[in-house]
Structure formats: structure tokens, C-alpha cells
DNA sequence: CATGAATGAGAATTCATTCAT
DNA sequence: TATGAATGAATTCTCATTCAT
């Protein structure tokens, strides 16, 4: 329907640099402490201490301001996936499944705020970005994960739905998120995949 | 901070009631079809049918419409899982939960666009704690369930919570829904709840 | 401009008299308390314990309301006014005014709420009613008293009006009435009139 | 209760400047004319040819219109006494009084229906303490003038009431303002003080 | 007569966006 | 390029008044 707003130029300067980091970051506080409702474009500016005018110099409208700190979750998300799988290298899947997810936890128990508005107050006119690079870029490592363990390769799209789900669902809406979240949700994707159950130590 | 919007008066007469379930028919459809964003009073109004007045008789504000809204949604989710809990009662409990999963699927793939709005644009900052009346109860029922199957009775809120998040995960996010989607569920949750793996025939 | 408004219709039957004397009571409280702002049709007829149909049944619109309050007010006055002329018959003419004066303020400590909303609140596109018949009637009884003193019966109506001013402007707009108020009031009327000075005791 | 209202910025440039005079004088405009009942903020904006939001950019609401031209209204009181009390410097008491009355009734005068309003409409529910900074500078300056007159210096915040009341109940509520009226204002004042009586001429 | 549901014009205020400087 | 004053469409909500029952 609307085409998903993209930044309006790549600032080159470095004052342009600052600039736009100092939008980015005045974006989130706000997102994090108040919610969407109470994200304008004009305080963004205030908190980022840049004019309204250069904000829109380098966001054409406030969705495209939302869309970049999506595209930085995105690629924090990458990243520590990434990180993950290297760190945990050569351990048995049920180890490494477990890995992630608890470094998926760790990402999001960071700005809790934050990422309770990205993942759920997306506006609903503007279609979910279902296929942007970075969710390509992750269900391609989770699906030669999948492969490396012997699995079905064409349940990575699920299994990220699925961890993205139970991490939000349970980490970001719970009041007091319940101890053990990591062995709750490993347990609940190995059930998914037929991993054999590993004995609660 | 916030209080709980309720409604202002019970109607009384025959028009009353019309009104009030035009209304609340109206703002669900708006809901669906355009999501919150696009949601106002006076919207709501004409294509109820009604004068703007008239929707400020019974609903205090915009909130405490969303509000009626939930709870309608809320007490069909505790019908649909009586019903489901009666239907397969005396099955084994991967049956009764498989039966308790395909309701809630068949409940929210009645209202697709209504449900997620309700569940994911509800305004994060006046959104009702976890302890409302509705979740109680259906949180009562998941535990006697867990119980009468010699299951953990402790574990029925999350059992609950990772259940919300999937279907709505994979059914309302999703812009295609994997086929299968009551197994795949039924099966992580039964991961979750250690039920003995159940070949898939 | 406009005309003021009066009541509707006379009230003959008990039960009609009774809503009547409910909704200028209720009128009277609300404006009292709460003030001009907080004023409204609906919660008057709440509060007289009627429907907001039977007010509009015995006052054509809002500001009959008010203006039957403020004639209220006057007969009142009148009647205190009245009442200390006769219980001050044969006095020396300074003591009458004393007494006068002090009717006046007894009068307004009373209510004072409502006076100060009735006497300020006029709503500006009304013309004040600078000729309502309790207001002639007033004069009358003032420059009677002035020429039995043998004073100039023609400022009859400044002295009203400088009464009114100074009783209101001293008692209704200090947050801590002063002290000896009578005796202020009275000073500055007797200056006014020329009556010969009388030593504080 | 409620916090005195106070303009959001200050202008600074020439355009801005220039906008809030106008809007100022709009609702000066308006106020006089038509009273406070017909004084609402988009009638304001038009009236001063300005967009509505330019003036929520200077003023945070509506109160905060009145209450500037409150202030205004209390400078040039301020001003209009001390102009009084230059020009009768060194002259009887009884002229000096006499020159301040003239100025006040001069001063209200030349605006009788926003003073009207302004005085008698201020809606009761956020009146503003008697205790504002130009009130107690008001009083200083009686004060001194009492004291330089060998009278009572504690009398000051009455007498500023009394002739506020005065003024205001003779000038503004009258239709007809009486002939003289600085004569009959003096001497009810005179008449408080105790100055002696000054035959009419 | 009494009622109170229904009405809708109107009021205050916000905020994304533009554009002259 | 950066700024921030200006804008006005859009939104929420109120309340005087009517009229069918």
C-alpha cells in the first residue's frame, strides 16, 4: 500500500553524521520512555538539539524516523545471532539453540522500552516489513544452522517467528518476567524442532 | 497512572442497545480494516450511524471503547476454551491441548485485522496490567487443566502467554500463515510442557 | 439586544412547584461551589433529582436560570433592606446606614459563592439588567430614606451602586475579609453623603 | 489549584514580535466587544490573521491570553498611579487622591468593555491570588502616598479595593455613568480616610 | 406532563510538515 | 545547509436543546 520510507540522503559530512545519530538516538529515549503516543517529530528535535527543518533534511516523515531504529534493531539482532553461533561453535544443537536464544534475551532485556514499542506499535497503515534485508539475512543463518544439525532447513522462517514471539510475549509483556526464560523458551523450540529433551539439571 | 476505562451507563432501552452494539461493531471494523491509527470518534460515529454526542453517552472516551472492545474479545477467548476443554474431555492431554490451540486459531482467523490491532496497538501506556479479570480466569482454567493432567499447575500463565504469543505470532504477523500452523504450535507448547512426543502421522 | 429571559410558564401544581424550587436550588449550588465554568443545563436537572426535559419545560434556556436566581437575589435584598430601615426606624441617620450596610454583608456572608458568581458572572452578551423592577423598587426605598434625612434623594441610585460595589468588592474578592468591614463601608458612604464624621468609640 | 498561565515564549524576532501583538489586541478586540462568552482561541487566531497553531506557539491555552492582558491591564494601572502621583506631587492630600481617581476612571475609560470583562468575567474557578506582583507594587505605592500623608499606611489594600470597586461599579456596570463622577468617587474615599471634607465649589 | 436518549455545532488543542530567512 | 516560526487539517470531547416515548 505505502512504500516503507527510506532516510532521505546518506549524510556524508560529519556534522550531518552527528546529526542524524543524535535524531536516532533522541528517537529511541523517547520511544523507550514515553511510547509511540508520545513520539513527535518536533520533540525528537528538541531532545536530539537539532532544528525541526534538519530532521526533515534527513528523514523524509516520521515513519522513515521509526523505520531506521527498526533497521538498527535489525541489524543488533544479526549481529548477535552471529555471535552466538561463533561463540557456541561445535556444541550440540540443543546448546547452541540455547545460546541464541539467551543472547536474543540479552538484546532485548537492554532497552526493553524500546523494543516493546518497535515490535508492537508498528503503525498498522504502513504494511509490516516482512521481507526486509536483515529478516532475509537471518533466516538464511538460521536455516544453515537447521541444515549443519541434520534438521529441516525449511522451518528457519518459523523458528525466528517463533523465538520472536516467545521472546517478546514473554520477556517484554510480563510485569515480572519468570526466572529460567532462557530453559522456558529453549524448551519450548526444541519441542518445536524434535530436539531430544535434555533433563533439567 | 491510568485508570481502566469503563463504559459510562448501561443502556436500558431497545435504541440504546442498538446504538451501543452499532458502535462497538463500528469501531471494530475500523479497527480491522485500518488499525488504530486511522481510529477516531468521530469515524466511529458516522458509520455507526450515530451522532457523535451519542457515542460520548456511553463510552466516556476513545479508550474506554478499545477498552469494551478487549474485554468482548476477551470473554470469547475464555468461551472458546470451556468449549474446546468440553469437547475433548477424556482425550489425552496432546489431544485437549491440540483442541485448545485449533480454537484459539479459529477464533482470531474469524477476525484477523480486529485482533491484531487489539493485541498489538493497544497504546503501551494504559495498557490494562496482566492481572485483569479475564486473564485470571483463563489463567484458573490452563491450571486446574495442568492439574487434572498431572501436569505443573504453576506453569499455566505461561503456558498461556506462550500460547498468545504464537498464534499471534505466526497467525497475525505472518502475511502468509504456515499450513499447519495447530501442529506446529501444539507442538512447541507440548515442548514447553514435556508431553511425550506424539509421531506425526 | 437580546431580551432577558424569563421563566416559562408560572408552575401551579404542587409537584411542579416542587421541581421548580429543586432546580433553582440545585442551579443555585452548583454555581455556588463550582461556579459559572462547571455550570450546565444537564448536571442542574441531575442534581434537582429531574429530567433535563422538565427544565426546559419551566425555563425556556439557560440563562433563565440564572436569571431567575438573580431575581432571587434581589427580592432578598430588598426584604434585608426592608427589614433594617424598620428595625432602625427613628435612629440618627448614620446608624441607619450602619444598620443598612450591615444587612448587606450579612446578607452576602451567607451565600457567598453564589453572590460572587451572580455578581460577576453576568455573561457578557446579556445586558446587564440595569432596570429590573426589584432594582426601581430599591431606589425607591433609598431615596425615601435619604429625603426623610434630608439629603439629596437624587443619588439615591449612586449610593446604591457604591454600596453594592464596596460590599462586593471588599467581602467577595478578599481572600480574608477585613476586619470593622461595616464600619469601613459605612465611612466611606457617610464621606460620600457629607453626614458629619463619627469618632471610632 | 490550578497555576497562573504564563505566555510560553518570548518572541524574539520581528515577525514573531509582530504576531503576538496582534493576537493581544485581537483578543483585547473581542473581549470588549463581545464579552468572554464569545472569546474562543480560533476566533482569536482569525481575528488576528494568524494561523491557530502560531498562537498555541506564544500562548499554552486559552487562560493564558487573559492573563497577559490581565497583566497589560495591571502595568498600565501601575503606570497611570504613578503618572497621577508625579503630576500632583507636593499638592493637598485631598487633590492628590482626587488626581488618581481621574487617572483610574481616564484609564478604564478608554477601554471600558475589555475592562469590563477582564475584571468581572475572569473566570472565577482560576482567579489569580489578590497576592500578583503588580497588585503588591500597586499597594507599595499607596502605601507610601498614605504614609507621606501622615495617614494610616495599613489602609493602602483597602482603599486600592474601594476604588477598584468604585470605579468599576460606577463606571463600568452603569449604562449611564453618573455626572462627576471623580467628585463622588473622592468622596467616598476622603470620607474613609477621614481627610477633612472639601466644600463643592 | 415527565423523561432522557439523541444530537451536532462548536471549542480547545496537537503535530506533521513547509518554507522564508 | 540549518533553522524554527507558521500553518491548518484533524481530533477529542462538551453541552444546550429537542422530541419521541
Redesign the interface.
Known sequence: MHDIPQPRKAPRQNRSCHAVAAILEAAARILAS?????FNTNRVAELAGVGIGSLYQYFPNKQALVAALHRRHGEETLAALDAALAASDGRPPREQLAAMVAAALDLHRRELGLH??LE??????DE?P?SNPQDAALSQRVAAWLQACGLEAGRA??LL??A???V???LL???TP?AGLEQ?IT??????L?LP?QPHP
Open positions: 514515553d511510547g509511540y503516543a508520545a516493546r514499542v508492537r506499535e508498528w503503525p498498522a497503515f509490516p516482512a522462517e518459523v517467528r517463533m520472536d514471539s516467545l517478546h510475549g514473554l509483556d510480563a510485569g519468570p522456558l524448551d519450548a523450540l526444541a519441542g518445536f524434535g529433551a
